[in-house]
């Protein structure tokens, strides 16, 4: 599975960005997703998660009422809205995909239960 990030840029604290993750493959419907970020000099965390049909989704704390993961199946896409924006956001943000069926009922949150995973997309937020 090939994973595309876009989305990112500069933008201003209390702003917003739309992060986007194009994935090939024709099973994208049976892939969890989740986004997870790398700030400077910091490993990478877990910053959201979808399950298969998007009716489950999980976020950590920090971002609970500001982001928004959502994904578009026929077009192999998953999205995160995010709102709000604060300068400790800024990090490289990383889509994954978790291809081996066990996310239809709940998100994954740990990242070495995914198996592909996108280059990232920077996302800098000024204060």
């Known amino acids: 599975v090939q994973l595309q990030a876009s989305g990112g840029g500069l933008v201003q604290a209390g702003g917003s960005l739309m992060l986007s993750c194009a994935a090939s493959?024709?099973?994208?419907?049976?892939?969890?997703m989740g986004w997870f970020r790398q700030a400077p000099g910091k490993e990478r965390k877990f910053v959201a998660a979808i399950n298969w049909g998007g009716s489950s989704t999980y976020y950590v704390d920090s971002v609970k009422g500001r982001f928004t993961i959502s994904r578009d199946n026929a077009k192999n896409t998953v999205f995160l809205r995010m709102n709000s924006l604060k300068p400790e956001d800024t990090a490289v943000y990383y889509c994954a995909a978790r291809t081996d069926g066990s996310s239809r009922y709940r998100p994954t949150i740990r990242a070495p239960e995914y198996d592909s995973w996108g280059q990232g997309t920077q996302v800098t937020v000024s204060s």
């Open positions: 493959g024709r099973t994208f419907s049976n892939y969890g």
